[in-house]
């Protein structure tokens, strides 16, 4: 069940062990056990994973994965890679911690997943121009950067999505 004005931002296979990481527009990030999530029937409202401020919204979620960094891109075509280490765990239901420093000029968090140095992301503007490129070209930076240019925006144009490219497994 969802409250009114709530959505559904992901969906994600979990182990029952992982850690669970969540981002907010604001770039406010937190990182908690899936343990401290108890199992509940298909009509249960949740839990709580993060604190909102007024204003603000959760976009991600995402496994905490070995070998693998949080890619956050803003809506201005800003993003970097921030490695897990730079998140400790705490308790869900928390405000998180600075994920990225932003500015009105980078925008907000549009996409937030994590990454390993060799995948590749799709960048999705406004406009409907599609950009591929190697995460390994996101510089990799900690909590408190604000990031660097991952694509160019036209004027009154913004980053509308941000996705994975999944790898095909040949047969």
Request: hydrophobic fraction near 40%.
């Amino acid at each position: 069940n969802l409250r009114e004005g709530d959505e559904l931002v992901s969906v994600i296979v979990t182990t029952g062990q992982d850690d669970i990481f969540m981002v907010s527009r604001a770039g406010l990030t937190i990182r908690f056990s899936e343990t401290d999530v108890r199992a509940m029937g298909r009509d249960a409202a949740g839990v709580r994973g993060m604190a909102m401020r007024a204003g603000d919204e959760v976009v991600a979620a995402d496994i905490a994965r070995d070998e693998t960094s949080i890619l956050m891109v803003t809506s201005a075509g800003y993003g970097k890679r921030t490695q897990l280490h730079h998140f400790n765990r705490q308790g869900r239901g928390g405000l998180g911690v600075r994920g990225i420093r932003l500015t009105n000029k980078r925008g907000g968090v549009v996409s937030a997943f994590t990454v390993g140095l060799d995948d590749e992301i799709l960048v999705i503007s406004s406009s409907g121009v599609v950009v591929r490129l190697a995460a390994r070209e996101i510089s990799s930076q900690g909590r408190d950067a604000t990031g660097v240019r991952v694509v160019s925006v036209d004027p009154g144009q913004e980053v509308a999505s941000v996705a994975p490219v999944l790898a095909v497994e040949d047969d």
